[in-house]
């Protein structure tokens, strides 16, 4: 069974601070790895993806990929309100997706 | 911008009814994907479909079908909704040059 592990969370950061999302995988060969950002009640959206090891910066966003470590991670650098919702991890290989259960973020004013 | 629709984004059926559920794409994409996702389960495969009549079965495709006639259309079908079929569905199409999927907005189906 291929799985994506989350921490359900929540996890709660001030206004301004740093978010760290984890994600850990179990399918070595996944060569495709994905964040999304879900709002309560509405569907997933594409935040960014990152195909080689090392970081990947987009605006205040950095995925991190450790192939090795079988690891991914999100990083949110100065943390809004508006970035409250759930992340969710996704992994790809060779035509099948797998999603995490997602991380719930609050952002506290 | 990758669009997605879906035919309702709120659906309350009765239990035994047949349910439709469809998700039209505007970027011709081959691939496309039917989820259901619920609390503390994520998101799980139903069915999808690399070509027009072609379907292949996700993990958990006990009571549903699906039928793509045309590229752009990919419909679910609850032959015989029941109860545990209450969740939101959610509609997917995959862009094969980045293995990215997109997903439209979503049917919360509610079966009473």
């Known amino acids: 069974q291929k799985e994506v592990e989350q921490n359900s969370g929540p996890l709660s950061v001030p206004e301004g601070a740093i978010a760290s999302l984890n994600c850990t995988y179990s399918?070595?060969?996944?060569?495709?790895f994905f964040w999304y950002r879900q709002y309560s009640g509405k569907s997933p959206e594409l935040i960014m993806f990152i195909y080689s090891n090392g970081d990947k910066e987009d605006g205040r966003f950095t995925a991190q990929l450790n192939k090795a470590s079988q690891y991914v991670s999100l990083l949110i650098r100065d943390s809004q309100p508006s970035d409250s919702a759930t992340y969710l991890c996704a992994v790809y290989n060779n035509n099948d997706m797998r999603f995490g259960a997602g991380t719930r973020l609050t952002v506290k004013p | 911008d990758v669009k997605v629709t879906q035919s309702s984004r709120y659906l309350v059926k009765r239990t035994g009814e047949k349910v439709f559920l469809e998700c039209v794409q505007d970027?011709?994409?081959?691939?496309m994907f039917w989820y259901r996702q619920d609390p503390g389960l994520g998101l799980r495969l139903i069915y999808f479909?690399?070509?027009?009549?072609?379907?292949e079965k996700g993990d958990i495709p006990e009571g549903y079908s699906v039928s793509r006639e045309k590229k752009e259309r990919f419909s679910l079908i609850l032959e015989s909704a029941s109860t545990n079929q209450t969740s939101m569905y959610l509609c997917?199409?995959?862009?094969?040059?980045?293995?990215?999927?997109?997903f439209g907005p979503g049917t919360r189906l509610t079966v009473l």
């Open positions: 970027m011709d994409h081959e691939n």
């Open positions: 997917a199409i995959g862009d094969t040059s980045t293995d990215t999927q997109y």
């Open positions: 399918d070595r060969g996944s060569q495709s």
């Open positions: 479909s690399y070509d027009v009549k072609m379907k």
